[in-house]
């Protein structure tokens, strides 16, 4: 299959994925979390692909959703109808990631925010260089944190720290994730690549079924009451949607990147 926002590349049994926005710094758009849902899938259909690389063009992860793709307002102007549509994109591609066959090791470069975040603790492992951070600012923006996002990072990190991730909406360093236990391992900026693809070997070295079968078991048994504690967080993001705050956080951010960018 062919991808406008996702640049795929196969070696053997080992895919990476690359976030192909780089001028709105890979940006999160509907079309791209549409096409990330969908390369997740298709590796359910090829026994072939057993590690799967994330990262994003340019070196950095991602900047969270793009707020300003005309269709991702439509979460907050589009009629009740198109709004639940999309909403439910961003969970929906992570359940994807979550759930695909293969062993999927996230390397991060730069910065990672927002639906970024959501993104890379859906897979098995995280890889960052030593100067990139991790952001979560949906709270200055009136919304809740969710795409299904919270008990993965409650599984990771403990009540306190999720909390204090979440509610401080503050970055949280290369190092600072290493010790929480959100990264598994921190490399010199501009090789996480490197560093990916050496632990993919590894992996590929391991014989497949019970590789398969262990990602399998530790998912399903660690996830088993995510959903019945979370099936309501993306209603509850539409909810926020309609918000003051939410109004406020939103003019705040666009009015910031606007002078930022003057």
């Not at 990072?153 to 991730?165: D, E, N, S, V, Y």
């Amino acid at each position: 299959m062919k991808y406008s926002e996702l640049i795929v590349e196969r070696e053997g049994s080992l895919v990476t994925v690359t976030l192909n926005r780089p001028k709105p710094l890979n940006t999160l758009s509907v079309l791209m979390l549409r096409e990330l849902k969908e390369v997740a899938l298709s590796f359910q259909n090829d026994p072939g692909i057993r590690v799967v690389i994330l990262t994003g063009a340019s070196e950095v992860f991602s900047a969270g959703l793009d707020l300003k793709d005309p269709e991702v307002q439509k979460m907050v102007s589009g009629t009740m109808d198109e709004r639940r549509e999309r909403v439910m994109l961003g969970p929906r591609a992570c359940r994807a990631w979550e759930e695909t066959e293969p062993v999927t090791i996230a390397a991060i470069e730069g910065f990672c925010v927002g639906g970024g975040v959501s993104l890379v603790i859906s897979c098995d492992f995280r890889i960052m260089g030593q100067s990139a951070f991790m952001r979560i600012p949906e709270i200055e923006l009136g919304l809740n944190y969710s795409w299904g996002s919270i008990p993965r990072l409650l599984h990771l990190i403990g009540p306190a720290k999720t909390k204090q991730m979440i509610l401080l909406g503050e970055r949280v360093s290369a190092k600072k994730c290493l010790a929480w236990g959100l990264a598994e391992e921190v490399v010199t900026d501009g090789t996480t690549m490197e560093a990916a693809i050496a632990l993919g070997e590894k992996i590929l070295k391991k014989p497949p079924i019970p590789v398969s079968m262990t990602k399998q078991a530790i998912t399903t048994i660690t996830a088993a009451l995510d959903r019945a504690g979370i099936y309501m967080d993306a209603d509850q993001f539409l909810l926020t949607t309609y918000s003051k705050d939410h109004e406020r956080g939103l003019a705040a951010f666009l009015n910031k990147k606007h002078n930022n960018s003057s």
